[in-house]
């Protein structure tokens, strides 16, 4: 039972479906260094699933719930901010101040390397 604050996410390159959407493909919630511990969206939607879980971002002093929503599109679970399209709202957003791209490299894997 955690709660998670997403501090990065990236786009997948290409839309769910014909007239679909970018979906987030990866997020990054912030650990207790302050850096990024990077999961897949499948993976985040999983860990969100568990009783007790929840995820927020924030940007420009607000705060959203991170939702897992099914898409009318492809029809797979995704995650949206609650609610949606404020400043908060960083999983697509890049405002000044809110949330950047993950590293493409998950990067608790090199820390986990790195304390072994
Ligand atoms: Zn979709």
């Known amino acids: 039972m955690a709660r998670y ?3 990065c996410s ?14 987030v493909s990866h997020v990054g919630y912030q650990n207790a260094y302050g850096g990024a511990i990077v ?3 499948e993976q985040m939607v999983e860990i969100l699933r ?6 927020y971002t924030t940007g420009g002093g607000e705060t959203a719930e991170v939702k897992v929503v099914r ?3 492809c029809s797979k679970p995704f995650l949206r901010t609650e609610p949606d399209d404020t400043k908060a709202d960083n999983l ?3 405002t000044a101040g809110s949330s950047l791209r993950c590293g493409q490299t998950p ?10």
């Open 107 to 116: 990067r608790w894997r090199r820390f986990v390397a790195a304390v072994a």
């Open 50 to 55: 568990e009783p007790g879980n929840s995820a």
């Open 71 to 73: 898409c009318d599109k």
């Open 10 to 23: 990236n786009l997948s390159a290409t839309a769910c479906a014909p007239g679909g959407y970018q979906h």
């Open 5 to 7: 604050h997403i501090i």
């Open 39 to 41: 999961v897949t969206r």
């Open 92 to 94: 697509r957003k890049r």
